[in-house]
Structures are given as structure tokens and as C-alpha cells.
């Protein structure tokens, strides 16, 4: 899978993020609670997600190829 690939498919997933754990490891995920625009321009907002600890992975790709599997 290309680098293209991967962004293309995290574009078109809405409501996911991608996240790190400042520690070098990252995660995809889309379970948590974010207030949502009503006018679709984007705003300061607040985010809380939970994130298992098998989510997170050493690299982005990782990551994303991991929330692809699980989709």
C-alpha cells in the first residue's frame, strides 16, 4: 500500500484522528466525544478520545494500516 493510499483513505474516514501518544507511538481512532461545526468551517474545538493500548503503533503507517484492517 502507498503513502497516497493510506492519506487518501484517513481523508475519507470522517470523525477519525490520528494521534500520538508524544512517546513515538500512534494510534487511529474515532471512538471519543468532539463538539461538531454546524457550518462545516473549522473552529476551535475540544476532543477526548479513548484509545486501547494495542492501538498504538510505532509508525503512522502502522497506525493507519491498522485502523484499515479493523474497519
Do not use: Y
Request: aromatic share 12%; charged share 30%; proline share 4%.
Amino acid at each position: 500500500m502507498t503513502d497516497t493510499e493510506r492519506i487518501n483513505w484517513l481523508e475519507s474516514q470522517f470523525g477519525w484522528g490520528l494521534i500520538s501518544d508524544d512517546n513515538g507511538h500512534f494510534a487511529c481512532v474515532f471512538e471519543g466525544i468532539q463538539n461538531v461545526p454546524d457550518d462545516g468551517k473549522p473552529f476551535d474545538l475540544v476532543s477526548n478520545f479513548f484509545i486501547k493500548k494495542e492501538h498504538f503503533k510505532p509508525t503512522v503507517r502502522e497506525a493507519i494500516d491498522g485502523a484499515m484492517e479493523n474497519e
